[in-house]
Structures are given as C-alpha cells and as structure tokens.
C-alpha cells in the first residue's frame, strides 16, 4: 500500500489562518497520510519584484505548522532549475519516491486558472487533483478533463489572502498565526511593502 502524500503549493508570502485551515481541511479528507508544503521560490505567474525572501517564507512555515505530524515543510523547489514548475517539481518527487502516491491540493481559485499552468495537461496525466471547495463553489466553467481529475473535500474557508495580509498588516493580527506574527514584527517584514 503506497503512502499517500499531498502536495501543498505557493508563494505563502506570508502564510496565514486560511493557508492553515485549508491545510487542515485537506488532512481531514481522508484522502491523504500526509500534507508536503512547498514554498516557491519564484513563481511563474507572479511578478512581483518585492517578493519576501524564501528563507522567511520558509521559516513562518516551519513556525506556522509546528506541531502538525502529519506536515512537512520542504525546500525541494529552491534546489530544482528555476522557474517552479509545478509538472518538474511532481515529476522530481515521484521519481524519487516510487513507493508515494502524491496528489496536488488546490484550493478552488486555482482551479479556475488551472487550465493556464505550465503543461496543465500533463499534471493531469502524472496525479489527481484534491480541491478544497468553498460554499456554492460553481464549476460550470471548468473543462471536463480537469474535473475528471478532481476530488472536491469539505472547506469552510476563513477569509483572508496574503494580499490582504500585506495590505492590512497592522489590524491583521487575526489573520496570523500569533508565532508567525511575532516572526514577522521580530525581522520587520513587509514594514515598507505597498501592494
């Protein structure tokens, strides 16, 4: 029986509750033994220059999801050929660990621009999608290829996004992790980031 091994990707610049409890959401499916995270160096699709360094991104992880057995943090993609793609990242950990079955964990909203990642296609032939669906998640609009690939698990998401973290820095205690905002105070990130 092979272990089961979510795959959990982003810029998580900075993570947050939402980040957590979707994390959470997807543990709880059942579905998995295992949640691997994946801090991206340098996403693809993203063109912000002001992005904060991997390193703290990495480390508000590690902070983030302390205690969680059933978490890992990795620096895989820091130490693949830039940029991460998700297809070489998936392909690397399959070859690597031929004994893991892996998913790729979504959340809804990219499921929607799914169809616009590098060789969506071919993702789809190397694993199945697990989605965390909101609350009257509409999927009329998503291609039939993509949702025969998918599996959709209970999500009650808390509203918050790393944008909006940045933005509201200051009134957004709530939206942290408190280790993670004292991380953030203590090496004083995004103190001069404008969104």
């Known amino acids: 029986m092979k272990k089961r091994t979510g795959i959990f990707g982003g810029s ?101 621009i799914f169809e616009k990642w590098y060789k969506s296609d071919e993702i789809l032939k190397e694993t199945v999608l697990i989605i965390a669906e909101r609350p009257g998640f509409d999927s009329s609009g998503i291609p039939p290829k993509i949702l025969e690939r998918a599996v959709f698990v209970e999500h009650h998401p808390v509203d918050a996004s790393s944008t909006r973290v940045r933005k509201a820095m200051k009134q957004s205690g709530d939206l942290l992790p408190e280790n993670v905002a004292e991380y953030i105070q203590k090496h004083g990130l995004y103190q001069e980031r404008k969104s």
């Open 12 to 112: 998580f610049d900075p993570v947050h509750s939402g980040h957590l409890e979707v994390a959470d959401s997807f543990l709880k499916s059942g579905l998995i033994d295992e949640l691997l995270i994946l801090p991206t160096p340098y996403p693809p699709h993203k063109k912000e220059k002001n992005q904060t360094p991997f390193h703290h991104r990495l480390k508000m992880l590690e902070i983030a999801f302390a205690g969680w057995d059933s978490v890992k943090i990795s620096d895989l993609e820091a130490n693949l050929p830039s940029p991460s793609y998700t297809l070489q990242t998936l392909r690397y950990l399959k070859k690597e660990n031929p004994d893991t079955r892996f998913f790729l964990c979504l959340g809804e909203d990219n499921l929607k």
